[in-house]
């Protein structure tokens, strides 16, 4: 197993474990879950799904609730209230994930105290990490050479390659766990630097174990397996930069 | 802001676009996020006969107060962004200071509320400068992040706009006489400009 590492000043950007039931939170059990969490998540931001219907001559816009996006006052713990999932997000500076853990421990004995107990279908802990590297570097080294991930396209294709974004969709080797990874460019966050984002989204989807505890034991499971795809994704040179 | 005002129609078929569902992946749920999941550049392309939906978040109704809370929390949000970059100590001083000028006590209901994208410029600077020197922050009637810099000898301002744009002014007094200095530049020029006051360079 690919061991865990302590980072000084991890590139997470955005950390979730989401827990996403078989059926639709009603509107009436979203609102209550927003009252009960508003003490400690105050600024609380509305969700709408927003559809549009084309007809043949004119289109037509409604906005229906969706749940609800709630940030506590230190600006980096969220709860996210959705149609039929809940989630415990943790933006930067990250920490460590026993204390993340524990905190979607105590928000989900929140929830499942206000709107009872839900089938679970899907649990996720999804980390995205944005890396920024600076441009200078990327003078003498290539993209490639960084990462250890990328898309190889047929001998003789391509002169110069510009950017690139893919996402796989695959079982983790030591674990089992499945995961939906996403890499690429992104918009440049720090002036001189370029930016690239590894979204690593390691779930469960249809065998969450039913024992609360046991489904907490398992969400460590998929701690291991963002961890495993997050440092066989890098090398040293880019370890470097957040150390 | 009408809700039809938030889509960009192009040419046919059904877009919807944010920042990663644009590498869909067939019967791929994902775990919500956040930041990452929001639409920043919303899009739907149109088809006659087919319906297109996105989440958006928006802030609740709020009253004056919740929305100069919201306002701060936004700041906050933007700057954990970049807290990978910052020295905790820096962060918890900006915080301190964004809580001290940011409240409902001294604003007033037709200030303008601060605007993220010059926030996060002026946080693109200090991590590209690596000065951590400032003296204070408030915020021009635009909405623009204003920030001074004082020191013995030397007032350094500066007006961080939405884009890469900086306007500055620098008043230096020396053994010779007061000495006043305004320019306009990008961030990056600003940092020269700014080391170079700083470090005392007008007085010698």
């Not at chain 1, 001998?155 to 995961?179: I, L, Y």
């Not at chain 2, 956040?34 to 709020?62: E, F």
Request: with cysteine; charged share 25%.
């Amino acid at each position: 197993m690919v061991a865990s590492r302590h980072y000084d000043r991890p590139p997470i950007t955005e950390a979730v474990i989401d827990v996403k039931f078989d059926a639709n939170l009603t509107e009436r059990e979203r609102e209550r879950l927003m009252e009960r969490f508003k003490g400690r998540f105050p600024s609380v931001e509305e969700r709408k799904t927003i559809t549009v219907e084309f007809g043949p001559k004119e289109a037509a816009a409604k906005a229906a609730p969706a749940g609800y996006k709630m940030t506590a006052a230190n600006a980096l713990d969220l709860v996210l209230i959705n149609d039929a999932s809940f989630g415990t997000a943790r933006l930067a500076p990250y920490d460590r994930w026993e204390t993340f853990l524990a905190s979607a421990k105590e928000n989900f004995d929140i929830f499942s105290g206000v709107v009872g107990r839900k089938i679970i279908g899907r649990l996720g802990v999804r980390f995205i990490n944005r890396i920024d590297i600076p441009r200078q570097k990327l003078e003498t080294r290539a993209i490639d050479d960084l990462f250890r991930l990328n898309i190889a396209l047929p001998g003789g294709m391509e002169r110069e390659r510009r950017a690139q974004s893919f996402a796989v969709d695959f079982t983790e080797a030591t674990t089992g766990a499945k995961v939906l990874l996403r890499y690429g460019d992104a918009t440049p966050a720090l002036l001189d630097h370029l930016s690239f984002n590894l979204d690593i989204d390691a779930f469960w989807e249809g065998n969450v174990p039913t024992k609360i505890e046991e489904m907490w034991k398992s969400a460590e499971a998929l701690r291991h397996a963002k961890n495993a795809c997050f440092e066989l994704s890098i090398t040293d040179e880019i370890r470097e930069l957040f150390q | 802001m009408s809700v039809s005002q938030q889509f960009a129609v192009a040419s046919p078929g059904i877009r919807l676009t944010s920042r990663w569902q644009e590498l869909p992946l067939p019967h791929a749920q994902t775990s919500s996020a956040p930041i990452a999941d929001g639409p920043s550049n919303s899009q739907v392309l149109m088809d006659a006969q087919k319906t297109g939906s996105l989440i958006q978040s928006v802030p609740q109704q709020a009253g004056f107060e919740e929305r100069i809370f919201n306002a701060l929390v936004a700041l906050k949000v933007a700057t954990a962004q970049y807290a990978m970059h910052l020295p905790p100590l820096e962060r918890a001083r900006l915080f301190s200071r964004l809580d001290e000028v940011i409240n409902a006590d001294d604003w007033h209901e037709e200030d303008a509320l601060p605007l993220l994208s010059s926030f996060v410029n002026f946080l693109k600077w200090i991590i590209f400068s690596k000065n951590f020197a400032w003296s204070s922050i408030g915020v021009s009637d635009e909405g623009h992040v204003l920030v001074a810099w004082v020191i013995p000898g030397l007032s350094l301002t500066a007006n961080f706009f939405p884009k890469n744009k900086v306007n500055w002014t620098a008043s230096v007094d020396s053994e010779i006489g007061a000495a006043h200095t305004a320019g306009t530049g990008t961030l990056q020029h600003f940092t020269k400009q700014a080391l170079f006051y700083l470090s005392g360079g007008a007085a010698a």
